[in-house]
């Protein structure tokens, strides 16, 4: 225990301990069975259980109502970017986008290969520095969804409030994850990677309305289906199974440590305290997001320069606070702090500042 | 060590027991980074390293030469049913297909969503008992590859002699990879998901001439691409953590152990173990492959009567000889001796088998 770090990495990222642990203890043999889980049929009792807990403890956790169905798919959120518009736009469709950042910007990217695809709102005019307000957002005709990425793990903004439009909406949600509810009756489709709040990387969770599965298309690849996918609950082919397997586990420590409403109230507080020392230290730290955009799992700030940026954060890792460097392509410093980083991470984190603004200030 | 089992899974698989020892020890925190590798970012020093031999290692296993490139990709081989004619087929271009079986079935059903494409042979009216010889495959005009399957994890047949046609072939070699030479020279490309003899579930193994990256096609997503794949040393996306650490660990065993020739010779005298288990009981066990095709990876066999099959696989697991049911779409028997799967385990089950045809024949 006292040996580890606090991990604020974007992602993959920390996990809680107690699951790690859990999983150590049964890796080489998995609860007697003379083998491990990773080296057992996917179509054995074991394996079973295992993938049917962790479907059910993600519509659980989630709360997806009855009419939506979950996948495990492969390939990141960043294939569900291609599979989106394959599966669900036709000729005479279109799909908006919101343009909300290096994320959306990628959405938007594949989505035009694969259909007739608009901007929506576009938050390029303002530096991706906020999210739009509902009244921004353009719907044009014959639009069969709204593209929403929830929250912008590289621009540290997030959607705090969902859009309300008269389209279905496909929301990106990899970078808040199960850490606040979702508005279920205004999407067809939600997905997410699960390498930030739900497991080790390896695979998205895709949250599918089942009506829309009878009109999907069916002229492309068949690992590439919805409804392949959704009639054979994610076995099509060899899942994964560790990925499967950790996701369960991650679950149930997030079920039982009170579900969303609690993740969703301790991302509030670690990031009231992170926000807060940032606007207390007198334009020392600086957030760059408008003030209604602020992620609550992502937190970017600055330095006065970038060379005191780079002492605070070789400094931070001294102090056994790492990860805390911006994306590359943005630099300064992002402090994510996911479903399963400590409270405690946190407050480490703002001590640390506090002093370091104190010997540099 | 008493209570590991006899694994003989069609895949996932066994895995080298010091490899999940290993893996076990440092599950936590690895290398006393204070973290587990699976809460590490995939762009970080202790990930990048462990990435970056996996990669070397697959290249020096294979004896891959220095114009082709790895990729580490998800969605397994059945993505690559689709990503294959995707990248490479374009318009006045057609490709040809050896329809030996299952998987070969499931390679041409994808393909035909993306471009023109024959059956070069058809194992069909034998039943998928055996593979072609050379002079039995039609190659039509404008063909861009001929797709082989090398081994057919169901039907148990292999192509023990890779043919010589004047088109570069891609193969799927998902259930004999890196057990036998590959032929690179008459290859563009060749393609396996891990889960048989490269490590757990939830990636391919995808080697690609670095030529034909020149002309793949560039209208379809970025996932999808193997241009852009190959560009970012596969870390378009973050990749699936846990998988490319234990890919690397499989390998350096493989390596340590004697690499492919060792492998090769293993697996020859597994099966014909086996085999000659099989040929000598006097038809009570009987192999439904001709002889030339039987495969050194999956070993079908039938016993007098279902419910003698029945009877078998019980009292076999009860001796700790597990998974030895064939696909549920064939029934009967079978037993898959990859790699890592230790020679005293066929002893085991050849003696189980003469022991159980004493009681029974």
Known sequence: MSSRKHNFSAGPCTLPLTVL?????????????????????????????????????????SGAPDDFTVLFLQGGAILQFSMVPMNLLKPGLRAGYLNTGTWAKGAITDAREYGDVYVAWDGEADNYARMPAGGE???EDGTRYLHVTSNETIGGIQLREWPTVDVPMVADMSSDYLSRPIPW??????????????????????????SILEETNRDI?????????????????????FTIYMLGKVLRWMRDEGGIPEMEARAAAKAALLYDTIDQSGDFYRCPVDVASRSHMNVVFRLPS???????????????????EGHRNVGGCRASIYNALPHESVAALTDFMRSFQADNG
Request: charged share 25%.
């Open 137 to 139: 957002i353009g719907i």
């Open 306 to 324: 970038e060379d005191l940026e780079a002492q605070f954060l070789g400094e931070a890792a001294g102090a056994d606070l790492l990860n805390l």
């Open 185 to 210: 009756d205004r999407l067809d489709l939600v997905y997410g990677g699960v390498q930030k709040n739900l497991g080790p990387a390896g695979m998205a969770v895709v949250f599918v309305r089942k």
């Open 21 to 61: 642990e859990e999983a150590q203890a049964e890796f080489v043999d998995y609860q007697g069975a003379g083998m491990s889980l990773i080296e057992m049929s996917h179509r054995g009792k074991h394996f079973d259980a295992v993938a049917n807990e962790a479907m059910a403890l993600a519509m659980e956790v």
């Open 221 to 241: 690849g068949r690992y590439l289906r919805y409804d392949i996918q959704a009639s054979k609950q994610s076995m099509f082919n060899t899942p994964p199974v």
